[in-house]
């Protein structure tokens, strides 16, 4: 399983108010061993890997297959995440994979703080099921990483279009790709679109089994 493959959605829930964004994340990371599969996720390979290495962002990199898989490539990857649970085993992974040099694990919360922006930006900017019932200030985060996209650069934005068959989301409303954009309120003379749409993949369920999944995916190359 990838991020967005997994039977809880978007991190659970808090236990009580007081608990912050990391506390609830961390209880997720480490009510057990690796939470997800090591792989990549496949909208994240389908696009940018018809990109030319670069500079890459990783937003809730998690446990890191994305970053890993984008360092094994050549690109020298940013990865951002709350938990330092994730980020330890994104170390150890890009440890085992030889890569570590090529990534930089940065442990925030974005909703209150942001890494430094290299000089012309980052070449890629990707956010794999960035989503969350708790308090997030998604479009701001994703409209800040956007102005920190380099020019001829991408920003991926890859959500749930639905719950995941075996979540415990399956009351939650996604927004469609395009609400996502309108949010976004990006000027289109800036961007030009690569991939807009909902589209649906088969992956492994938490038992083995084959499940469809239906994904947002909105890639956008900043002209
Ligand atoms: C559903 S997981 C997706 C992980 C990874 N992108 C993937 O696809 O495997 C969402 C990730 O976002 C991180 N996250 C959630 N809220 C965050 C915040 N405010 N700041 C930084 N990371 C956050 C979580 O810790 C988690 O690792």
Same mark, same amino acid.
């Given at each position: ?68 898989? +984008? =360092?094994?490539?050549?690109? #020298? ?8 649970? @994730? !980020? %330890?085993? $994104? ?42 019932? +708790? =308090?997030?200030?998604?479009? #701001? ?8 996209? @380099? !020019? %001829?650069? $991408? ?62 995916? $909105? ?5």
């Amino acid at each position: 399983m990838s991020g967005g493959d997994g039977e809880v959605l978007h991190g659970g829930h808090q236990e009580d108010p007081e608990e912050t964004t990391e506390q609830v994340w961390e209880r997720l990371y480490t009510e057990r061993g690796q939470r997800w599969s090591g792989r990549p996720n496949q909208r994240l390979v389908e696009v940018a890997g018809e990109f030319t290495p670069g500079r890459a962002l990783d937003l809730g990199c998690g446990e890191g297959g994305d970053s890993v898989w +984008l =360092a094994q490539r050549g690109w #020298a990857v940013t990865a951002v995440d709350v938990s330092p649970t @994730a !980020l %330890g085993r $994104l170390t150890a992974q890009a440890e085992s994979a030889g890569v570590a040099d090529r990534i930089a694990a940065i442990c925030i919360d974005l909703a209150t703080a942001f890494p430094d922006v290299p000089d012309g930006g980052w070449h890629l900017v990707s956010a794999q099921f960035f989503q969350s019932t +708790l =308090a997030l200030p998604r479009t #701001a985060i994703l409209r800040r990483a956007a102005a920190a996209v @380099a !020019l %001829g650069g $991408l920003l991926l934005v890859v959500d749930h279009g639905e719950a995941p068959p075996s979540s415990n989301h399956h009351d939650v409303v996604f927004p469609t790709v395009e609400e996502t954009l309108a949010e976004l309120a990006l000027p289109s003379d800036a961007w030009s679109p690569v991939r807009v749409e909902r589209s649906t993949r088969e992956s492994e369920g938490p038992d083995g089994q084959r499940v469809e999944f239906v994904d947002n995916v $909105l890639a956008l190359r900043r002209v």
